[in-house]
């Protein structure tokens, strides 16, 4: 009788115990985007955390690349006919569709920097084929760098949206960040140029930081080349990824790929 009273109580216990349990594995709050109301398993390991569904399924991932060097989704016309390619890769996370304009321009142009970590979370994915590329023996990237944005820019704005993107990436992957670039002057929209108008921008645009230059030579010789990878916010036909990357070969020994958030 005693043992089948204990027996209750124990499965009581357990009941209560699994009920509160029920109750802190959800949690309800707002969608980071939509602000409807979501709810989620804290031990959810699949999608984005801080979204709706909704807002999940509306992201136009690029699951597959047709172009190997700028990893396009499709015929890349401008990976064809440039002459000289001084990057090995880019890996994007998305297509820069009107939805994703939206989101890029929320965060970029009206501040809303709550959008940072899903930025961030969304370019690991990238990220991760970039690492299955590298040689067996250099199995991560030595440096984490980003576009500059000219000092107008980015009096302007109050930061540099691929800077913060680097910097999320380097804390979670634990690869230093160094800037590399400088910007001497606002280009302007390169997505409203032709391809000859982005060429000529590029001409001066960029600089290399001398004082980079001592932190990048004092790394052991057996190491070289350096394997250096350039964030950007969104790859449109690569002239300032490749522009940048031909100067910081002409500065240092470096395999360099590049990273962007849209393509």
Avoid at 139 to 168: K, M, V
Wanted: aromatic share 12%; net charge positive; hydrophobic share 30%.
């Amino acid at each position: 009788m005693l043992g089948q009273r204990r027996g209750n109580i124990l499965r009581i216990f357990q009941q209560l115990k699994n009920y509160a349990y029920a109750l802190l594995s959800f949690s309800s709050y707002n969608c980071i985007y939509c602000h409807s109301r979501i709810r989620h398993e804290r031990n959810n390991e699949t999608g984005l955390y801080d979204l709706c569904m909704h807002c999940q399924q509306n992201i136009p991932w690029i699951k597959e690349v047709k172009c190997k060097t700028c990893g396009r989704y499709e015929d890349c016309y401008d990976c064809n006919r440039r002459t000289l390619t001084h990057f090995i890769a880019n890996r994007s996370a998305v297509r820069y569709s009107m939805e994703m304009k939206e989101w890029l321009a929320r965060y970029k142009y009206r501040g809303d920097e709550r959008l940072l970590p899903i930025f961030i979370e969304m370019l690991q994915y990238p990220l991760e084929s970039l690492l299955q590329q590298l040689p067996a023996s250099h199995p991560s990237f030595d440096y984490i760098s980003y576009i500059p944005l000219s000092q107008e820019r980015l009096l302007e704005r109050g930061f540099n949206q691929a800077e913060q993107f680097a910097q999320g990436l380097g804390q979670i992957y634990q690869i230093p960040v160094q800037s590399m670039l400088s910007r001497t002057y606002h280009s302007g929209k390169q997505s409203q140029k032709n391809r000859g108008q982005r060429l000529e921008d590029l001409k001066d645009a960029f600089y290399f930081n001398d004082e980079s230059l001592h932190t990048l030579t004092m790394r052991p010789a057996h190491i070289e080349p350096l394997h250096i990878l350039l964030v950007d916010d969104v790859y449109t036909t690569g002239s300032t990824l490749n522009h940048c990357a031909s100067i910081i070969h002409k500065h240092t020994k470096a395999h360099v790929y590049g990273l962007t958030w849209a393509r």
